[in-house]
């Protein structure tokens, strides 16, 4: 499952960033690392960016963006 | 060791920290804003004293980290190692992190370290955090990271003295080795690399850009040194790279894995709660509502509104005002000096050229004003994150938006409010389509052309005016046009991947004035100071051009009888049948012409409206004077020389020498029409009269052969032709400042100029064959 198909309220953790261009890193370094918990809070009313909260901050990620990030549901195994 | 007694400071930090606001409460007013060399990063130093010595201080822009991936990116780094020639040497470095998120702010902290200049970590904000509950230890960090730690709350002026004790603290010292420890085998690596470079180039760059160089792939320290040594380099990085991943260090996650893991470490037990951790703060609660799909759609475009017509409509009033004072000021200058070159130099080069920089003023302030609320409360960040699925659309990201807003009202705040875009490349590419959107300069151009060419009471539908359907068409072509242009540019000009939006969302928090007004006022300084001269020069160089090379001396006699004149029927009018007859000045030998014998002819004492008779005839005598010498001059002579040129847009050369004229700002096209049609350019002024001279002038227009010279293609060529072209050169002066480079303005005038051209060309061809 990757970021960007998670729903509001349910956090996940992060398992991996996928690529090492720009974008990677970027994410990496704004705290996104494997382990890390992440949460939805909403999106933009067209949808797109999306708005999480991680590492007690609140950080806005495209849809595009977000699907650079594998996560697992907290509680039980991937779906 | 004797104490030094200038120091140059950095300050560092992540965006969203108050830096500018640290900055302002360090150094006061005692800034001095320019650019680092070859780039369009701002240089911004504050100056100020403190037990004697004399500090320098310089505000690298907001990051999130020392990685750099860009040009503009690397000054940040080069400063730090004391690489960048014109800063020198650094003594200290100030970090500054938020205190409500230490994690995250830390991060980059641990690279700043690393560069081994004494670094003092300054909390800020510092009241925020405690009031949501969250306790740092300052005691315990400062002993953890071998660092002193200063607690700050800079909006309010709390720990400013001794943010300035501990920078004198730590000059001199040296930095304690306290940092996340790499795995062995990256060690391994650099060390290897350092001994192949050492082996190859007889030389190893500084630690920390080795580093930087193995983590960052495809980064800017990569890129510069195997620019500058040799493409060898690559492979030899790829294969470190490889060999690293194979031992389960994968660059470039290992470096971020590291550093939030250490980070982690050291600020357990060192941060703890007061209150329990609210899952949903006040400022989500705010958020909600703001960025919600009806609410938040609402407040958008109500903030918005607000701001474009505080620039379009309120900023008036004191436009207004400057152009009275400049008024003022040319009739005080007229009053006191005979007509002659100085007096044109002073009135329309020096003090026209001087109003042209000035006008742009309260624009700039206001837009700046609410920028610098909305970036200060937090609110610039939600309508960037608002707008941008619409902006991707075209290849442009969410804050791309208010800037080009702006430039509705007016390109010059609009090109600087671009430098809220921190992605060169968005930057870039919204700086160059700004001048295609509809200014209000170009408002005056469309109506004289709609008032005298569109014919009224015609409707389209039966209920749309036609005159408002061409007005309404005229500011879409502009926007329309951008969006191609922005593709094109995109494609081929600055391609590349897309840079990520990855942003962060701040707490809502009050603005402080303070810094709101500090923030406006760098702008406007920064305007007038470096923009401003060049506007200037443009003025009157141009001046120069219109007055040059003809004799000015009939015109100079008309100008002084009228004077004569006007005084006498204000005198005349009060005091009836003075008969006082104005004399003409010593040593002005009477010459011929019309002028000259109206002056003689007329009679001691005559009747008010027969005085008026004579001042009008005399005055229409000014104005035809006035035309043939603009005819004649240099920038006359220019226009006839590209008549050919303007011969396929419909235009003769009286309307190529008013375009061309037009190069200081769009208006001033009106202008210049009005003295070559020898109606004095006064009938630029607003007024029903003056309207409806200038139209019925314009109508009765010929070319030699009696053909008429305006039609309706020839006014909407015009019209198009003003809406994409690029003559303001306020506009170019300040691309030229904003990417400090000649190569863009020049790169929009021709691109700009080219599209005016071609699609007035169009619209004309089309258009008279209908």
């Known amino acids: 499952m990757t970021l960007d198909q998670i729903s509001r309220g349910t956090p996940v953790r992060i398992l991996d960033v996928t690529g090492d261009d720009t974008l990677a890193i970027r994410l990496m370094e704004m705290g996104l690392i494997e382990g890390e918990r992440i949460e939805l809070i909403g999106a933009a009313p067209l949808g797109d960016p999306l708005e999480f909260s991680v590492r007690g901050y609140r950080l806005s990620l495209r849809a595009n963006e977000a699907k650079r990030v594998i996560v697992e549901l907290v509680s039980g195994r991937e779906p | 060791m004797t104490a030094p007694h200038e120091l140059t400071v950095v300050l560092i930090g992540n965006p969203n920290t108050g830096k500018s606001t640290l900055f302002t409460a360090l150094s006061g007013m005692h800034t001095r804003i320019a650019n680092f060399p070859g780039c369009t990063v701002e240089k911004k130093l504050g100056m100020y004293q403190d037990q004697g ?69 300054c909390l800020n904000m510092w009241d925020l955090a405690e009031a949501r509950g969250i306790v740092v230890d ?149 958020d909600k509502v703001l960025t919600h799909k009806v609410t938040g759609v609402i407040a958008f475009v109500a903030v918005m509104l607000l701001i474009f017509l505080s620039i379009f409509a309120g900023a008036a009033p004191f436009m207004d005002a400057i152009q009275a004072v400049q008024g003022w000021a040319a009739g005080w200058v007229e009053s006191v000096m005979g007509p002659g070159t100085l007096r044109s130099l002073i009135v329309d080069g ?83 389509i700004a001048p295609l959107m509809s200014c209000s300069a170009r408002l005056p ?28 068409a005229m500011y879409s072509v502009g926007a329309l046009v951008a969006i191609p242009v922005a593709w094109i540019l995109r494609k081929f000009v600055f391609k590349g991947e897309t840079p990520p939006f990855v942003m962060e969302l701040p707490s809502y928090k009050w603005p402080s004035p303070k810094i709101v007004l500090s923030r406006v006022y760098d702008r406007v300084k920064a305007f007038v100071l470096r923009a401003g001269t060049l506007i200037f020069c443009t003025t009157v160089l141009v001046w120069a051009a219109a007055y040059f090379p003809e004799d000015h001396s009939h015109e100079m006699q008309l100008q002084s009888e009228i004077a004569q004149w006007e005084a006498e029927l204000t005198v005349g009018w009060d005091q009836p049948a003075l008969g006082r007859r104005p004399t003409t000045p010593e040593g002005d030998a009477p010459q011929g012409g019309p002028a000259f014998e109206a002056n003689l002819s007329h009679p001691t004492s005559t009747s008010h409206e027969a005085k008026q008779a004579q001042l009008d005839q005399l005055r229409e005598e000014a104005h035809l004077v006035s035309g043939q010498l603009l005819a004649d001059s240099y920038l006359g002579r220019s226009g006839r020389l590209i008549e050919p040129l303007v011969r396929p847009l419909g235009w003769d050369w009286r309307i190529g020498v008013s375009v061309i004229a037009s190069f200081p700002a769009r208006e001033v096209v009106l202008a210049t029409l009005g003295t070559i049609f020898s109606l004095g350019s006064e009938v630029a002024d607003e007024g029903e009269e003056n309207e409806k001279r200038f139209a019925s002038t314009l109508q009765s227009a010929t070319w030699p052969d009696g053909r008429p010279l305006f039609t309706l293609p020839v006014a909407v060529s015009i019209m198009v032709f003003f809406a994409l072209c690029a003559q303001c050169a306020a506009t170019l002066m300040i691309i030229r400042r904003e990417t ?31």
Not at chain 2, 87 to 108: M, P
Not at chain 2, 376 to 396: E, H, N, P, V
Not at chain 2, 749 to 757: E, H, I, P, R
Request: proline residues 5%; positive net charge.
């Open chain 2, 138 to 286: 300052r005691e315990a960090l400062s002993q953890r990271l071998g660092v002193p730690v200063v607690v700050t709350s800079a909006h309010r002026n709390v720990g400013i003295t001794e943010l300035k004790a501990a920078i004198h603290r730590v000059v001199g010292t040296s930095i304690a080795p306290v940092r996340p420890e790499f795995p062995a085998a990256f060690n391994h690596e650099i060390t290897q690399l350092s001994q192949w470079m050492q082996a190859k180039y007889g030389a190893v760059p500084p630690l920390f850009l080795l580093e930087r160089m193995l983590l960052d792939v495809g980064g800017e320290s990569e890129k510069k040194l195997a620019m500058a040594l040799s493409p060898e380099l690559l492979p030899v990085l790829a294969a470190s790279r490889e060999r690293l991943a194979e031992q389960g260090c994968r660059v470039p996650a290992i470096e971020t894995k590291v550093r939030y893991q250490w980070l982690r470490e050291q600020l357990t037990g060192v941060v703890t709660r007061s209150s329990p951790v609210e899952r949903v703060t006040t400022s989500d609660r705010i």
């Open chain 2, 350 to 432: 020096v003090i026209g050229g001087v109003g042209s920089v000035v006008v742009f003023v309260p624009q700039i302030a206001l837009l700046f004003l609410f920028i610098a609320i909305m970036e200060d409360c937090g609110y610039m960040s939600r309508a960037a994150f608002l707008m941008d699925k619409l902006m991707t659309k075209i290849g442009l990201s969410g804050k791309s938006f208010v800037p080009l807003m702006s430039s509705f009202a007016c390109a010059v705040p609009g090109v600087m409010a671009a430098r809220v875009i921190e992605n060169r490349q968005d930057r870039m590419l919204t700086i160059l």
């Open chain 2, 53 to 121: 010595v004399k500090i320098t201080l310089v505000d690298l822009p907001g990051t999130y980290s020392l990685s750099p991936r860009s040009l503009d990116e690397m000054v940040s780094v080069d400063v730090l190692l004391g690489r960048q020639a014109d800063v020198g040497k650094i003594d200290a470095v100030i970090c500054i992190a938020d205190a409500a998120n230490l994690e995250r702010n830390l991060y980059l902290y641990t690279q700043v370290r690393e560069i081994g200049v004494p670094v003092v970590l």
């Open chain 2, 740 to 770: 400090n480079s000649w190569r863009w303005p020049i790169v929009t005038f021709v691109y700009m100029t080219g599209l005016a051209y071609v699609a007035a060309f169009m619209v004309y061809q089309v258009g008279s064959r209908l």
């Open chain 2, 445 to 472: 151009v469309y109506m004289l052309m709609i008032g005298a060419f569109v014919p009224e009471n015609v409707y389209v539908a039966k209920v749309i005016p036609l005159q408002g359907l061409v007005l309404f």
